[in-house]
Nanobody, 113 residues
């Protein structure tokens, strides 16, 4: 299983970014997927998850600003991030909920004030 995250970068507060996670080596359409993030000195935390029925779940800190989606025809998951805040600065990781659990390499998002 390979997960390739991309789309991170430097953006000003209030701006937007879209992250992508391209998956291979798994039956993407039946697997729950998620985005996590880890800020410097902090534990990795769940940002958003999307299930095989397209149901979604969000951390309270990003509700209303971030949208997780998936395109099963492209084996790709997305995270649209709007109204970004400096506290959103972190390395963002995509994750596949397929035993034993798989992680992408991370993509850095930096939000300047």
């Amino acid at each position: 299983v390979q997960l390739q995250a991309s789309g991170g970068g430097l953006v000003r507060a209030g701006g937007s970014l879209r992250l992508s996670c391209a998956a291979s080596g798994l039956d993407f359409s039946i697997n729950a997927m998620a985005w996590f993030r880890q800020a410097p000195g902090k534990q990795r935390e769940l940002v958003a998850a999307i299930f095989n029925n397209a149901n979604t779940n969000y951390a309270d800190s990003v509700k209303g600003r971030f949208t997780i989606s998936r395109d099963n025809t492209k084996n790709t998951m997305y995270l649209q991030m709007n109204s970004l805040k400096p506290e959103d600065t972190a390395v963002y990781y995509c994750h596949a909920f397929k035993a034993p659990g798989y992680w992408g390499q991370g993509t850095l998002v930096t939000v300047s004030s």
